[in-house]
């Protein structure tokens, strides 16, 4: 828990985000299977829904809706590539804070 503090100290300090605001991200970011796409992602550039899908063994529906919900709150950025949707992550502090914490303790 003190390692979800710090980060949580560390964010609002360094990137001056009204704490509502990052309630709603971590919220967002907080969700076990969220959690799983973000390391995909964060792994790659930049990888598609099926991608995930297969790797995840979850269904296609599942991965879109969860990366439609993190691209709502600029979690992930959406990049179509022909009829594929692809996502990859933001040039955004709060992402790159996101992923060091993440890839530490996963």
């Known amino acids: 828990m003190k390692f979800v503090l710090d980060f ?27 959690l799983k796409i973000l390391c995909i992602i964060f792994g790659k550039k ?13 269904s296609v529906a599942i991965i879109s ?6 691209s709502k709150e600029g979690l992930v950025v959406p990049v179509r590539e022909g009829k594929r949707i692809c996502y990859e992550l933001p040039k955004d502090k709060f992402v790159m804070d996101l992923k060091k914490f993440v890839c530490k303790y996963k």
């Open 8 to 34: 949580v100290f560390y964010i609002v300090y360094h990137s001056n985000m009204r704490l509502n605001e990052l309630a709603k991200l971590m919220r967002t970011a907080g969700d076990e299977s969220r």
């Open 46 to 58: 930049k990888v598609c829904v099926s991608d995930i899908a297969e790797e995840l063994n979850m």
């Open 65 to 70: 809706h969860h990366l439609q919900v993190m």
